[in-house]
T-cell receptor
Framework: DAGITQSPRYKITETGRQVTLMCHQT?????MFWYRQDLGHGLRLIYY???????DKGEVPDGYVVSRSKTENFPLTLESATRSQTSVYFC?????????????FGQGTRLTVV | GQSLEQPSEVTAVEGAIVQINCTYQ??????LSWYQQHDGGAPTFLSY????GLEETGRFSSFLSRSDSYGYLLLQELQMKDSASYFC??????????????FGAGTQVVVTP
């Protein structure tokens, strides 16, 4: 199916564990993004990628690692999960070559760190 | 950096008109966008203003005034399904910052019968 998909949809993990959230898009969009959403903070940018093998930090990158070896995939890894990383994580993608800021979002991963 | 300010909540009755303001502090940006998010759902794109003025898309309109550092989303003929959060968003200027799409904290719109 065309679109952007995230997995898993729900995840519970323990403090200190490593966890990877997956994101896959089928449009061949150049840009991909990871946001976290917490009550009162809206959507905060964690990392983004302009193309395969090109990534850059966003507003709140500490504690997260990303990679992009293929255009269609953009996994987000929490190296050692903390309770403060309990959040809803959204992956998004966007085409390049236009100033339009339209981004397409996945359905989100609800992560709970206990 | 960017600072986007929106009211936290707006309540209105069905059929009414609601205006959601977005004020920002920035030296420049490519344009102002609006996204809608229903509870438990993903944000979805609504509109984009590259230039000053009004953009209309059905019942929704968006406005931008760069000189006033201000924009708004206008929701007309409110329906119950319009109950959602609405976010304004900008891209910072500069090629290297193009990817840093940044969002305001969002406005919760509550539509009552």
């Amino acid at each position: 199916d065309a679109g952007i998909t995230q997995s898993p949809r729900y995840k519970i993990t323990e403090t200190g564990r490593q966890v990877t959230l997956m994101c896959h898009q089928t449009w061949s969009h150049s840009y991909m993004f990871w946001y976290r959403q917490d009550l009162g903070h809206g959507l905060r940018l964690i990392y983004y990628s302009a193309a395969a093998d090109i990534t850059d930090k966003g507003e709140v990158p500490d504690g997260y690692v990303v990679s992009r070896s293929k255009t269609e995939n953009f996994p987000l890894t929490l190296e050692s999960a903390t309770r403060s990383q309990t959040s809803v994580y959204f992956c998004a993608s966007s085409d390049v070559g236009t100033l339009n800021t339209e981004a397409f979002f996945g359905q989100g991963t609800r992560l709970t760190v206990v | 950096g960017q600072s986007l300010e929106q009211p936290s909540e707006v309540t209105a009755v069905e059929g009414a008109i609601v205006q959601i303001n977005c004020t920002y502090q920035t030296s420049g940006f490519y344009g102002l966008s609006w996204y809608q998010q229903h509870d438990g759902g993903a944000p979805t794109f609504l509109s984009y203003n590259a230039l000053d003025g009004l953009e209309e898309t059905g019942r929704f309109s968006s406005f931008l005034s760069r000189s006033d550092s201000y924009g708004y989303l206008l929701l007309q003929e409110l329906q119950m399904k319009d109950s959602a959060s609405y976010f304004c968003a900008v891209r910072p200027p500069g090629y290297d910052s193009w990817g840093k799409l940044q969002f305001g904290a969002g406005t919760q719109v509550v539509v009552t019968p």
